[in-house]
């Protein structure tokens, strides 16, 4: 008895000397298709547990639509307007982030945690990025990538580990579009990936998104879609059971989430609902309570922040959170800094209070800022959401909606945009294409954003209050397109 008392005793201490590990799963182009978010059609039973085992965010953002755009705001913490890494990093596009960015991999190695990669990586420059150990699988293989990450998972070390865990999956396959939207190849769906079960689904029998058209081309994409994320959901099942075999899962903190929404038209690349409201599921090992939803409004600013309280770093020095001075210029010297600079701090906060509440105080609005996916896709747009209200600010409204390539070529697309006066799920195509400078939507009377109230004299003072609040994010977070306000 007094063994076992002694052992009772000493059990918080232990638990406490225990590594603090950090796990974060993101997945690529994956919107709330989850069976966990209200899903009847796909399946994703591993994911469905991990949210039984922690938290469900019903109201979760990313801040900019675009794959490395997005991802440069879940590892700083900052809108990629002030981080620099406006869009793409590839070669050809050449955007990148600025040398003052703190990173959260940089941060945690600072702080101890060694620190690793696998998948999908899709930011610059490295350095600012960095990690120390750069695991290699195929991206479409999930199951594979967790397999790589035994020996960070298994490794007998006192210092915790932070895994950036980055599928390609659910995200469109490269190469060119065949005609048939049958061809396997649209989703990564084709080659045989070991140790993956595919899911096939029926394209009849699926629910098609009201923002979608129901065509049998779209319903064909939904069923590859599917399939590419079932393959995301047997690799989260099998990461969690490698956590579990070498005795780390109870004492991991485990994020799952998404870059931006499904690559579809009217999702990805968009600010409307389906590209910037996404899944959030966290798993803490410090939560009272588990399998449980909160409606705080949180949004991917807020992710280096949570990890970083949850790993203890309080505090980060240095400079301003914005573009270095420049290089030296030969016969001119070297430029002066800001004169405004400022300590560095985050544009999000610590969501870490939330994970045990329905109802959340506080957490009641989210912004947004976008501006380019390809260098070719240059249309800016800035978004305040409230619980009942949405007001987009197309920046660039004079010019017609630019589309990803493969947004442009899928069949879905195709399906409807040659028709005359089509409409492409609650939209009609040539509203779709050309947007006015303001829209202005109810989301409780009109959740999928059809009806643009901004001309509407009856909400002219939502209108007001919403764009005075879009107004003091932009001065808050010194986006460039403040001057706008001064010179139109």
Not at 132 to 137: F, G, I, K, P, V
Not at 382 to 395: E, H, P
Request: some cysteine.
């Amino acid at each position: 008895m007094r063994i076992a008392f002694l052992l009772a005793l000493l059990a918080p201490s232990l638990a406490l000397g225990a590594p603090r590990n950090i796990v974060m799963i993101v997945a690529d182009d994956h919107g709330r298709d989850l069976g966990c978010y209200g899903n009847k059609d796909v399946r994703t039973p591993h994911l469905d547990k991990l949210a039984a085992d922690g938290t469900r965010f019903d109201f979760a953002f990313c801040t900019t639509a675009s794959c490395s755009a997005s991802r440069s705001v879940i590892l700083s913490g900052l809108q990629n307007h002030l981080n620099g890494q406006y869009g793409h990093q590839h070669h050809f596009h050449h955007f990148a982030t600025f040398p003052s960015v703190k990173s959260l991999p940089v941060l945690l190695a600072g702080a101890g945690y060694r620190t690793a990669q696998v998948g999908k990586y899709h930011v610059a420059p490295e350095p600012i990025y960095k990690f120390d150990t750069y695991l290699t699988a195929n991206n479409r293989n999930p199951v594979l990538m967790a397999e790589r990450c035994k020996p960070i998972i298994e490794a007998k070390s006192d210092k915790p580990f932070f895994l950036y865990f980055a599928t390609a999956d659910p995200h469109r396959g490269g190469g060119k579009i065949e005609s048939d939207p049958h061809k396997p190849d649209r989703f990564g769906n084709g080659p045989k990936y070991e140790g993956i079960e595919e899911q096939t689904f029926d394209p009849a029998k699926l629910t098609v998104p009201p923002f979608l058209p129901d065509t049998p081309a779209c319903r064909a994409e939904i069923a590859q879609y599917y399939q590419s994320i079932a393959r995301v959901d047997q690799g989260v099942g099998r990461l969690v059971q490698i956590l579990k075999d070498a005795g780390q899962y109870e004492n991991t903190f485990i994020l799952y989430l998404s870059d931006n929404g499904m690559a579809f038209p009217g999702s990805k690349t968009t600010l409307y609902e389906p590209g910037m409201r996404l899944p959030l599921i966290v798993r803490s090992p410090d939560q009272k309570t588990r399998g449980g939803a909160t409606d705080a409004m949180v949004t991917w600013a807020d992710l280096t922040p949570t990890i970083l309280d949850f790993a203890g770093v309080k505090d980060v020095p240095g400079p301003p959170a914005r573009g270095d001075a420049g290089p030296e210029i030969p016969g001119r010297g070297a430029p002066k800094k800001a004169a405004n600079a400022k300590p560095y701090e985050f544009h999000g906060r610590s969501f870490l209070s939330t994970l045990d509440s329905s109802k959340s105080k506080g957490w009641d609005e989210a912004f947004a800022s976008h501006t380019f996916h390809e260098i070719t896709m240059y249309y800016p747009m800035r978004v305040v959401r409230t619980r009942q209200y949405k007001l987009l600010y197309n920046l660039a409204h004079p010019l017609p909606f630019p589309f990803a390539s493969d947004l442009e070529e899928s069949a879905t697309w195709k399906s409807v945009k040659a028709e005359s006066n089509a409409k492409y799920g609650q939209r009609y195509v040539r509203d779709f294409v050309q947007r006015p400078k303001y829209e202005l939507y109810d989301l409780q009377v009109d959740p999928h954003e059809a009806r643009n109230l901004a001309d509407d004299p009856k909400h002219a003072k939502v209108l007001a209050e919403l764009q005075a609040k879009l107004k003091a994010f932009q001065e808050k977070t010194d986006d460039p397109w403040i001057v706008k306000y001064r010179y139109e």
